[in-house]
T-cell receptor, first 115, second 114 residues
Framework: EPEVTQTPSHQVTQMGQEVILRCVPISNHLYFYWYRQILGQKVEFLVSFYNNEISEKSEIFDDQFSVERPDGSNFTLKIRSTKLEDSAMYFC?????????????FGQGTRLTVV | AQSVAQPEDQVNVAEGNPLTVKCTYSVSGNPYLFWYVQYPNRGLQFLLKYITGDNLVKGSYGFEAEFNKSQTSFHLKKPSALVSDSALYFCAVRGRSNDYKLSFGAGTTVTVRA
């Protein structure tokens, strides 16, 4: 069964450093998302991406965040200068369509720890 | 704004007993409701969704969910739980037709004891 894969599974970084979280969405999917879950809190939407541009973003997704689809398979989330409060589980997701009726398929997550 | 509440942090049941995981929602307009499950070290796996039509929705692994508009609820159910159903369950909602992001509940940890 096709699945979304994320690397690395766990990333530890020092405050102020840049990190890139990587995702390989399901191959025929066209819409891509990043969500995050701070420990003990809800899963929160960060950004959606379609046709090589951001289609929607939350207030969390400020200028220190960026997303890119550098080639035909990878979808990345970059955090430019990490802060302690960026420590969270980051989930990538993809879907074939972007309708309200369409479920998204999620990866296993990358746990980011900022020290 | 759309939101979901999962009132129970944890649900414990014995294997073979019925399992219910509660979810209530708040949304303007028609709700589009989803259940996801997360097993340890795995991603969020889609279980089932309610879009329209029959209020009882059947999904993967023998799970079903009942949409109740008057109570704004979408409880997940399984008639006979298995130890392997032990996991973290998330309810999620989409509201307006042009709002594609999912709003998740806080999650409910289900433990099924042998």
């Amino acid at each position: 069964e096709p699945e979304v894969t994320q690397t690395p599974s766990h990333q530890v970084t020092q405050m102020g450093q840049e990190v890139i979280l990587r995702c390989v969405p399901i191959s025929n999917h066209l819409y891509f998302y990043w969500y995050r879950q701070i420990l003990g809190q809800k899963v929160e939407f960060l950004v959606s991406f379609y046709n090589n541009e951001i289609s929607e973003k939350s207030e969390i997704f400020d200028d220190q965040f960026s997303v890119e689809r550098p080639d035909g398979s990878n979808f990345t989330l970059k955090i430019r200068s990490t802060k302690l409060e960026d420590s969270a589980m980051y989930f990538c997701a993809s879907s074939f369509e972007q309708g309200v009726r369409t479920e998204a398929f999620f990866g296993q997550g990358t746990r980011l720890t900022v020290v | 704004a759309q939101s979901v509440a999962q009132p129970e942090d944890q649900v414990n049941v014995a294997e073979g007993n019925p399992l219910t995981v509660k979810c209530t929602y708040s949304v303007s307009g028609n709700p589009y409701l989803f259940w996801y499950v997360q097993y340890p070290n795995r991603g969020l796996q889609f279980l089932l969704k309610y879009i329209t039509g029959d209020n009882l929705v059947k999904g993967s692994y023998g799970f079903e969910a009942e949409f109740n508009k008057s109570q704004t609820s979408f409880h997940l159910k399984k008639p006979s739980a298995l130890v392997s159903d032990s996991a973290l369950y998330f309810c999620a909602v989409r509201g307006r037709s042009n709002d594609y992001k999912l709003s998740f509940g806080a999650g409910t940890t289900v433990t099924v004891r042998a």
